[in-house]
Each structure stands twice: as C-alpha cells, then as structure tokens.
C-alpha cells in the first residue's frame, strides 16, 4: 500500500539543541500531519497542514515547533530549542484529497532529548 | 473536544478465539479508522469505516454513528494479532484524527 517515509528514524540531542524531523508523505497526497507518542502513552495530534499553511494544532503544538514543506521537498518538523519533555516518537501521516479521511503513517521518528 | 474510550484496556486471548474490541466517542464523527500499533511502534491502517459494517480478512468493523460507537471484531486470532489497537476520530469535523488509549491484545499459542 502507499508508504510514507520518515528520516531519521532515531535521533538524540542535547536539550536547548534544534531538531528537524523530515516526512516524505505518499506521493499525491495534500493534508500532512504530526502526532506524538510519548512510550506507552497514547497517539497525540499535534499539527496538520494543507497548502503550505498550519490548519489545525493542538496545544502541544508549542512556539517552539514548526511545520513546513518547502517546493513539494520533505515535510518538517522543527523544534527549536528542544526540551527534555519532547522525548517521544513522533509519526508522519498523509491523507489525499479523494480518499478523505484514510490516514497512511510512517514508522516514526524516535527522538531523545538528554 | 472529542473523546474516545476504548475497552476493554487489554485482553488476552488463546490462538483460534475470537474478540470484539469497543470505541466510544463523545462527538458526532465523520472519520473513523481503526489501527494496528506492533509492540515495535509502527502504525498500520486496518480499517475506515466512519459507518455501517466493513471486512477486511479475519476483521470486521461495524459503526452505529448514531450511538457513537464502533467495534471491531477478530475472528480466529492468530499469535501474530498480538498488539494495540487504536480507535481515531475525527476532530470536531475537521481533518485531524484524535485517538483512543487503545486495547492491548496478546495471543498465546
């Protein structure tokens, strides 16, 4: 089935650092999201995005994070500066215009914050 | 907002039995997808099915929009079922899916 494609999937970083998590979503896709998971918590909506703008964001979605898909490359998301509270898998999905609704996920992207 | 509870937490199984895991929302949905969650973390897609009844392989969900809830039920679990399921909403008619806490199945041999 389609695939979305998550880089790196492991990262660590020294608190105060800046981090980018790339998503390559499926291919003819429109709607990008975030969601994070913190290990053995529940799936967390973070951001969604749509023609290059933020649609909707939950309150997780702090200042210090940002989304963006710059000329159709990966879509991103930057934290800067991290915290040790952002330690969490945090997953990519895509949805297309036609099949509303069905939301394909990448296999997550593991960040620890020290 | 819209909650979802999932039940029961967890569950335990013997291969070959059958089970039948709950979602209960709290808003009027247009989206809902069932997941697969592996004990590695990857995600998989089982099922949309915002309403009525749908099939896919050994799984069946059925949606009663009107009473906001939905099942999913396993037939003839296998050792390889073992995993969470995630229940996901829609979010007040928006885009974005919010997700239950899920039901932990095990399959024993």
């Known amino acids: 089935g389609p695939k979305v494609l998550q880089i790196p999937s492991h990262q660590i970083i020294d608190m105060g650092q800046m981090v980018t998590l790339n998503c390559d979503p499926v291919?003819?896709?429109?709607?990008f999201y975030w969601y994070k998971q913190i290990l053995g918590q529940q799936m967390e909506f973070l951001v969604n995005?749509?023609?290059?703008?933020?649609?909707?964001k939950s309150k997780l979605f702090k200042d210090q994070f940002s989304v963006e898909r710059p000329d159709g490359s990966y879509f991103t998301l930057k934290i800067q500066p991290t915290a040790l509270e952002d330690s969490a898998v945090y997953f990519c999905?895509?949805?297309?215009?036609?099949?509303?609704?069905?939301?394909?996920f990448g296999e997550g992207s593991k960040l620890t914050v020290l | 907002g819209q909650q979802v509870q999932q039940s029961p937490a967890s569950l335990v199984l013997q291969e070959g039995e059958n089970a039948e895991l709950q979602c209960n929302f709290s808003?009027?949905?247009?989206?809902l997808q069932w997941f697969y969650q592996s004990p590695g973390g990857s995600l998989v897609s089982l099922l949309s099915?915002?309403?009525g009844t749908k099939h896919t392989g050994r799984l069946t969900s059925t949606t009663v929009t009107k009473e906001r809830r939905s099942s999913l039920h396993i037939s003839s679990s296998q050792t390889t079922d073992s995993g969470t399921y995630l229940c996901?909403?829609?979010?007040?008619?928006?885009?974005?899916?919010?997700f239950g806490t899920g039901t932990t199945v095990s399959v024993s041999p």
């Open positions: 999905a895509s949805s297309s215009w036609v099949n509303t609704g069905q939301l394909y």
């Open positions: 291919s003819n896709h429109l709607y």
């Open positions: 995005f749509y023609n290059g703008k933020v649609m909707e």
């Open positions: 808003s009027t949905a247009t989206q």
């Open positions: 099915n915002p309403s």
């Open positions: 996901a909403i829609d979010h007040q008619g928006g885009r974005a899916l919010i």
